[in-house]
């Protein structure tokens, strides 16, 4: 029977390969744009500057914006544009104090003033983003006051003790624009305005977006002077880009699906770089209609999906297998055993359908390559355990929407880490109000757990806040509010006539790429 479906694994797989190959090989080879060391250019699976109502503009992999703090490569917090801190009063109070020779592409100083304006647009209210949404009270929990101290130091006060509040400002929780671009709503008032080694010169909606070297910008310049990053939302026309020459490397998200990668570093013309994504791809179970709101289903469920065959015939090995929720890259996170036990997964199922079968519904999201297969090889192995699937492929909008209104039995998800800090990610799934927990149906609720999250807010002893993680890890594996099924890899392909494009934990660094001839 295992052979069976791995046989099945192996066909889906090939036939997206020999039918993208087929496709390219009618794409004329005279439409490779000319690229040298002062222009390239790129593809995308979405349009990374989506504008004026983005909380952001644009995607931090741009190169564009910045934050007070990032994460180096073992996901702790960095320094960025806030060059060091000070926590005290057991981090009700945190002290910043930031870079003195910065400008932002308009010309205009960084300092503690427009930290502050940046503190002031996000109090207007939540703000909207296709990458992470942007909410105050997510990022600085409790927060008081934020005041200027002087020129280039900036003063935080929270009214709880706020220890993890470098994890919670990494990245997309502390990033820093020109109060110049902003519109007195808080939204974006012409194309955004950041600190970093590129900003955008056009963006042309959902088609592309140009960025130009910033020459002033503080460390390192760029090495390419303009960079191309076309929307290509379709994985065939990606492929068929890249190898044609329209484009000379992908990135983002899905940037090319494992077996694309397999295929295309046997052309000596390219290379792929793999790295730890920070998504995680997880199976929502709808915890308020049976069966799924016995845990006994859900263990059923996550026992009887044969992970590791699933990662290496249909994801090539380009993925890791999980039973955590918390993504593999937060330097809180914990290994467990991966379990595939379809004789116990049978047992806990009968238990609570008894003789019964059950039909249920799968949502998935269309628009991406593998999905449809995958849903097929996990419904077979649900099958034996009295569970008939019937799956729809829907807009990822209308999944969505659907999700919410409980109209589904199982959706096929997936979480992005925002920032390094965990308490997000298991409020959010494992908190009776948390996000994900809300608009998923998930119907999870524990005791335990939500009396760890509350005492973990205010322990200062790091072992004890690290043991208190990891029991809610163990009780996430164990009781499964979701099933996880692997943590992604960030893979990226690209002509080798560049140089220095390797894969980062979120896109890749554009000011590090060169041409070589």
């Known amino acids: 029977m295992k052979k069976i479906y791995i046989l099945l694994c192996f066909i889906i797989v090939l036939g997206n390969i020999f039918f993208i190959i087929n496709k390219h090989d009618t794409i004329s080879h005279n439409t490779s744009i000319k690229m040298n060391k002062n222009f390239i250019v790129l593809g995308a699976g979405r349009h990374l500057a989506p504008g004026e109502k983005d909380a952001y503009y644009c995607s931090k992999i741009l190169g564009v914006w910045e934050p007070l703090i990032t994460r180096d490569e073992n996901g702790y917090p960095a320094p960025c544009l806030a060059q060091s801190w000070q926590m005290l009063d057991e981090g009700k109070v945190w002290i910043f104090y930031l870079r003195k020779d910065v400008v932002f592409h ?3 100083k960084f300092n503690a003033d427009t930290v502050i304006k940046n503190f002031d647009r996000m109090k207007k209210g939540i703000k909207r983003s296709i990458f992470y949404g942007l909410d105050i009270n997510t990022f600085y929990p409790s927060l008081i006051s934020y005041e200027k101290i002087d020129d280039y130091t900036v003063k935080l006060t929270f009214k709880e003790t706020n220890l993890n509040q470098l994890y919670k400002m990494m990245d997309f929780g502390s990033a820093m624009f020109s109060p110049k671009c902003f519109s007195q709503d808080g939204n974006f008032n012409d194309i955004v305005i950041g600190t970093g080694p590129y900003k955008i010169v056009q963006n042309n909606l959902n088609k592309d977006v140009r960025l130009e070297r910033f020459e002033q910008y503080y460390a390192d310049k760029a090495k390419i002077k303009e960079i191309l990053i076309r929307n290509i939302p379709n994985v065939d026309s990606r492929y068929s880009a890249l190898k044609s020459g329209e484009i000379c490397g992908v990135l983002d998200i899905n940037a090319i699906p494992p077996f694309l990668a397999t295929e295309i570093v046997k052309d000596n013309r390219y290379e792929v770089s793999t790295n730890k994504s920070t998504m995680i791809r997880f199976l929502a179970l709808n915890g308020k209609k049976f069966p799924f709101n016995d845990v006994r289903m859900r263990q059923a469920v996550s026992l009887a999906i044969d992970r590791n065959n699933l990662v290496k015939a249909l994801y090539l090995n380009y993925a890791v297998p999980t039973t955590n929720i918390l993504n593999y890259t937060s330097p809180y996170y914990k290994k467990f055993t991966v379990d595939y036990n379809l004789d116990k997964a049978k047992n806990l199922a009968k238990e609570v359908l008894k003789d019964e079968r ?17 849903a097929e090889l996990i419904s077979y192995w649900l099958s034996e355990i009295g569970l008939d699937v019937k799956i729809q492929s829907l807009e990822y909008a209308t999944m969505a929407y ?3 209104k409980g109209e589904f039995h199982i959706a096929r998800f997936q979480q992005g880490l925002a920032n390094g800090d965990p ?8 908190m009776p109000k948390g996000g994900r927990n809300v608009s998923e149906c998930l119907g999870y609720e524990n005791q335990e ?21 990891n029991r809610i890890q163990e009780i996430s594996v164990i009781e499964q509010p979701v099933i996880p099924l692997y943590n992604d890899m960030n893979i990226v392909a690209y002509d080798k006539h560049l ?6 934990v979120y896109g890749v660094d554009l000011s590090k790429i060169e041409w070589v001839e």
């Open 106 to 108: 308009d010309g205009s």
């Open 358 to 374: 059950y039909e249920v519904t799968y949502l998935i999201n269309g628009q991406e390559p593998l999905q449809k297969g995958e």
């Open 402 to 404: 659907l999700a919410k």
């Open 423 to 430: 308490y997000g990610i298991f409020y959010s799934f494992m």
């Open 449 to 469: 757990v939500s009396e760890l999250l509350n005492k973990v807010k205010h322990i200062n002893d790091e072992v004890e806040r690290r043991n208190i993680y």
């Open 499 to 504: 140089k220095n494009y390797r894969a980062l």
